[in-house]
């Protein structure tokens, strides 16, 4: 069954305001749904950064004491290409991110902080479309990210946040989950496509580690085929997709 065989994507929701997106490593946003931050900020909506880790694993030729402090700053350079001005980091460990009740609560710790409608993650599933196995970081990550929304507004849950002032926010819509091999929803990556190039361009290091192409050709590249990778099911355009979970 071809992709344009398939049901069409519908488009994402529109009426909201605050997003939070949580993912895993530094640069899972720009290869992710950077194209659609991008067009959601121009429209003037708030969008917050949250990474479970500094990705200080990434990099084979650096250690993690010196790949993080700059993947750090890498990923705070691409969320400021698209207009993001807010990236927090809980620190957990590159590579080795466990999901359970601590990842749990300091997701749901980060959806009290900032309240918001929407929440962006990546694909949580075994593998990406077609047979390629994803990493147990992006697992554990998009599967705590679906449960601490839950959390969030569970005052019996992690009563201890409220303690620290973080009262329970049940306003979570949808979570929506990028890159899924099963996407329902998209959103159009027209305007925001030269936007998801510059910041994916941030990630020098990383990139210039990755691949021995120039890497503004590789990132157009990829950019560009993920992007219509579902467009026969959507607009015939660029677009980023997603798995929507409705709450």
């Known amino acids: 069954m071809t992709d344009a065989s398939l049901a069409p994507l519908r488009p994402m ?14 640069d899972d946003l720009e290869y992710g749904c950077s194209a659609a931050v991008a067009a959601w900020v121009a429209e003037g909506r ?7 880790t500094r990705g200080e694993a990434g ?25 993001v001005p807010a990236v927090e980091f809980l ?22 902080r900032h309240r918001p409608e929407l929440v962006l993650t990546l694909n949580h599933r075994d593998t990406w ?23 969030a507004g569970n005052r019996w849950i992690f009563p201890e946040l409220a303690e620290q002032g973080l009262r329970p926010w049940d306003g979570v819509r949808w979570v929506a989950v990028a890159n899924s091999p099963t996407p329902s929803h998209a ?25 021995d192409e120039d890497p503004e ?28 979970f409705s709450r």
């Open 13 to 26: 929701p529109d009426d909201w305001q605050r997003a939070l997106a949580v993912v895993a490593h530094p």
């Open 46 to 52: 708030q969008i917050t950064y949250v990474l479970a």
């Open 59 to 83: 990099i084979d030729t650096l250690t993690p004491e010196r790949a993080g402090p700059l993947r750090e700053a890498e990923q705070r350079a691409a969320a400021a290409a698209v207009g």
């Open 91 to 112: 620190d957990h460990r590159d590579g080795v991110i466990e999901y359970g009740v601590a990842l749990r609560r300091d997701i749901a710790a980060a959806v009290r």
């Open 129 to 151: 479309a077609g047979s390629a196995w994803n990493t147990p970081d992006h697992v554990a990550v998009g599967r705590a990210v679906l449960d601490a929304a839950a959390d």
């Open 187 to 211: 959103v159009s990556a027209e305007a925001g496509f030269e936007q998801a190039v510059q910041s994916l361009l941030r990630h020098r290091a990383y990139l210039e580690a990755l691949t």
């Open 217 to 244: 050709t590789y990132v157009r590249r990829f950019l560009a085929d993920s992007t219509r990778l579902h467009s026969a099911r959507f607009t015939g355009g660029r677009a980023v997709a997603f798995e929507l």
